[in-house]
Nanobody, 129 residues
Framework: DVQLVESGGGSVQTGGSLRLSCTAS????????MGWFRRAPGKEREGVAA????????FYADSVKGRFTISRDNAKNTVYLQMNTLKPEDTAMYYC???????????????????????WGEGTQVTVS
């Protein structure tokens, strides 16, 4: 099985930056898609960004394009989310997710579809004030 552990959340002022990390353990496999999702208070969880196993074409929600950057280091089994120019509306619990081995970001269900992902972390809180 795969376990995901997020870190890097915290409180920051508007315009500030944070970098989230998510480390996978267990059998990770080589073909997969890793994504970040978030749930703001009173709202449904939504897709933020996703990155394929080769770190190639990435995907972003319109609300974060140009401000957030997703990347991964396969040697460390870690995916990152660099968040710049943070806004109060970015306040949310951020979750890391991974597809089952063999499922890619661009195939089948859209990258932001939660059902696409088989494994989820517990989340890390980001608060922007």
């Amino acid at each position: 099985d795969v376990q995901l552990v997020e870190s890097g959340g915290g409180s920051v002022q508007t315009g500030g930056s944070l970098r989230l990390s998510c480390t996978a353990s267990g059998y990770t496999g080589s073909i997969n898609c890793m994504g970040w999702f978030r749930r703001a208070p009173g709202k449904e969880r939504e897709g933020v960004a996703a990155v394929p196993a080769d770190g190639g074409a990435t995907f972003y929600a319109d609300s974060v394009k140009g401000r957030f950057t997703i990347s991964r280091d396969n040697a460390k089994n870690t995916v990152y989310l660099q968040m710049n120019t943070l806004k109060p509306e970015d306040t949310a619990m951020y979750y890391c997710a991974r597809t089952a081995t063999g499922k890619i970001c661009s195939g089948g269900a859209p990258w932001f579809s939660q059902g696409k992902y088989a494994y989820w972390g517990e989340g890390t809180q980001v608060t922007v004030s």
